[in-house]
């Protein structure tokens, strides 16, 4: 894949210059953070014409963790950052292991802070990295690229898709070479930027949002919530404790005690809390129960989830 000239780029929706935002720099700061707000208010109709690709990717990622693979991002830049920020709030959140949602960034863990310039550039390392974690035909990789051409992000979905994985494509151009990568392009259209080539802006925000849909949905999906409610939250800190408690007592219907000493008796896992309190059994019997409904409290409780008492 050669690089991009000028012209290639001038016709990517993302790098266009809108007439509407021209006068920018002689704005109020009232005026500005007015205008960057009316133009982020058009992102989610646009996200909506997506939603069933975005479903696809949600059913795929729950097919290949329920068979013990992997939830994968790849991109550049503030792709990639939102990759990596997306997978690192998974275990906080849901409880999950580090290694089922991973955030690969071109350049590696440096350019989280600091660009790595060329990184996007190089197609063997997209490939490279894809093979080093050993993706195959129980992962989900997706790959998140504004523009949709980014070599290392392309490469990167080509190779996943070789190995057989499931692939996705974040773009917010239509009919770019990653969406034609991809067994799923996910196209959010976001049109041209307030400041013009600045991708971290509208793009940004709907890629985050498109992100948070893909894991949060996966998540409901295999079990990690009952109902809106985290209860696969693991009381760490303290704020994770008073979290875990209130959830346990709001699930089980108990006093703020009789979760607490529950949790204390599940070793903070909220989700055994529960259970122990709903059906009444200790925690080594909560955690098979769980261990046989494959992690879903509602279908550990059986036909009728009322607490015990």
Partial sequence: MTGPTPE???????????????????????????????????????????????????????????VGGRLVYAGCGTAGRLGVLDASECPPTFGTDPSTVIGLIA????????????????????????????????DTVVGIAASGRTPYTVAAVRRARQLGAATAALVCTAGSPLAHAADIPLEVVTG?????????????????????????????????????????????????EARAVTIVSDIADVDLGAARRALAEAGGEAKTAALMLMAGVDALAARERLRSAEGSLRAALGPDPSPAH
């Fill in 107 to 138: 350049g590696g863990d440096a350019a989280l802070r600091t660009a790595v310039e060329g990184s996007e550039d190089d197609e063997p390392a997209g490939a490279a990295d894809i093979a080093a974690l050993g993706v195959g035909p129980s």
């Fill in 192 to 240: 041209p930027e307030v400041v013009a080539g600045s991708t971290r802006l509208s793009a940004g925000t709907a890629q985050k949002l498109v992100l948070n849909m893909i894991s949060t949905a996966t998540m409901v999906r295999m079990g990690k919530t009952f109902g809106n409610r985290m209860v696969d939250v693991r009381a760490t800190n303290a704020k994770l």
């Fill in 8 to 66: 290639d780029i001038a016709r990517l929706e993302t790098e266009k210059v809108s007439a509407e935002f021209a006068a920018l720099d002689r704005m109020s700061a009232l005026e500005i953070v007015t205008t960057m707000n009316r133009k982020d208010a058009t992102i989610p109709p646009v996200i909506a014409r997506a939603l069933p690709e975005i479903a696809q990717v949600v059913d795929a990622a729950t097919a290949s963790l329920r």
